[in-house]
């Protein structure tokens, strides 16, 4: 079975500070895909990123950042220099296959609250 | 291009009423899926469609039904809601199923209530 864990639930900032939003996941999946959703205020999922589990290099887009240390089974996001418009609940998860199919595994969501 | 899109954006039900949620691609993907978003759990699978004309239980299914008529659209039923269904339903939809490597589009969401 595979399971995503955001142990956070929430966090409140203030605008332009740096903060990392953990990922712990366990899957005994060798190969498998971790995302990042984002749910803003006004409620839709809007895909962040897709990393497969061969590919450990950091990657940077904008003031997102994202490490995947296979080592520590984690898949952390970094928003760096906070804005408003960030407020919004993450999702962490995992996509494994079950059977014939893959199936994706959501943690409960980071709710990220940036003040001005 | 619209993505998916999902018809109501809002519902209020009283208990033992029945409705169809409607969802919609235009991105030709196989594989598309409903699930319900409920405070402190994430987003859970209730039934999803591996192409026109079938479709499989997800992790909480009971309550539900589905059709996939057309691979455009996907349809989730209500036959007697109840008040424990008051959720965000998301339809969302994938190229395939087979890979873990494929990416789920979700659409904007339906917010039901049940009273």
């Known amino acids: 079975a595979q399971k995503v864990t955001q142990a956070q639930t929430e966090i409140s900032v203030v605008e332009k500070e740096d903060v990392t939003l953990d990922c712990v996941y366990e899957?005994?999946?060798?190969?498998?895909?971790l995302f990042w959703y984002k749910q803003p205020p006004s409620g839709e999922l809007v895909f962040l990123i897709r990393?497969?589990?061969?590919?450990?290099q950091n990657e940077i887009s904008g003031r997102y950042s994202w490490n995947f240390q296979k080592s520590t089974s984690s898949f952390n996001f970094t928003i760096t220099a906070s804005q408003v418009v960030d407020s919004a609940v993450y999702f962490c998860a995992l996509n494994g296959v079950d059977g014939a199919n893959s199936k994706l595994t959501f943690g409960k969501g980071i709710t990220l609250s940036v003040r001005p | 291009n619209a993505g998916v899109t999902q018809t109501p954006k809002f519902r209020v039900l009283k208990t033992g009423q029945s409705m169809t949620l409607l969802c919609a691609q235009d991105m030709n993907h196989e594989y598309m899926y409903w699930y319900r978003q409920d405070p402190g759990m994430g987003l859970r699978l209730i039934h999803y469609s591996v192409g026109e004309g079938t479709t499989a239980k997800g992790e909480v299914p009971d309550g539900y039904n589905v059709s996939r008529l057309k691979k455009q659209n996907f349809l989730l039923g209500l036959e007697s809601a109840a008040p424990s269904q008051t959720s965000v339903y998301f339809c969302?939809?994938?190229?395939?199923?087979?890979?873990?490597?494929?990416?789920?589009?979700f659409g904007p969401g339906t917010r039901l209530t049940v009273l």
């Open positions: 899957t005994r999946d060798t190969t498998y895909y």
């Open positions: 990393r497969n589990s061969f590919d450990e």
């Open positions: 969302a939809s994938s190229y395939s199923r087979t890979s873990s490597a494929d990416t789920q589009y």
